[in-house]
Nanobody
Framework: QLKLVESGGGSVQAGGSLRLSCAASKSTYYMGWFRQAPGKEREGVAGISSDGQIKYAEHVKGRFTISRDDANHTIYLQMDSLKPEDTAMYYC??????????????????????????WGRGTQVTVSS
């Protein structure tokens, strides 16, 4: 029904930059990025809606920039001033139905108990000190 494919991950030194891309089979209302490091819970990094709402997790605000290109059904995550604690698998996620999204306990997520229904396979980001 909806396919998401992430790309752009890699290994960089602290202070470096990476740009992640997520190509979707169609654009949806709210799309965004999550990350998960080994042994840690999944964290919502940033989200962007088709009507211009943008939300960032507190831990990445000022360093990461999310954008979208609806003509090409793609969202991006520009990550600057990377830190070792940014090391994780980064996933793109969305839903077919419009979902309101919020910042809860410092992290971005859809409102309510249900997670997004559609996820990509992820792209690994590794930041060395």
């Amino acid at each position: 029904q909806l396919k998401l494919v992430e790309s752009g991950g890699g290994s960089v030194q602290a202070g470096g930059s990476l740009r992640l891309s997520c190509a979707a089979s169609k654009s949806t209302y709210y799309m965004g990025w999550f990350r998960q490091a080994p042994g840690k819970e999944r964290e919502g990094v940033a989200g962007i809606s088709s009507d211009g709402q943008i939300k960032y997790a507190e831990h990445v605000k000022g360093r990461f920039t999310i954008s979208r290109d609806d003509a090409n059904h793609t969202i991006y995550l520009q990550m600057d001033s990377l830190k070792p604690e940014d090391t994780a698998m980064y996933y793109c996620a969305t839903d077919l139905s419009p979902r309101e999204c919020v910042i809860l306990e410092g992290w971005w997520r859809p409102r309510g108990v249900l997670p997004f229904a559609y996820w990509g396979r992820g792209t690994q980001v590794t930041v060395s000190s």
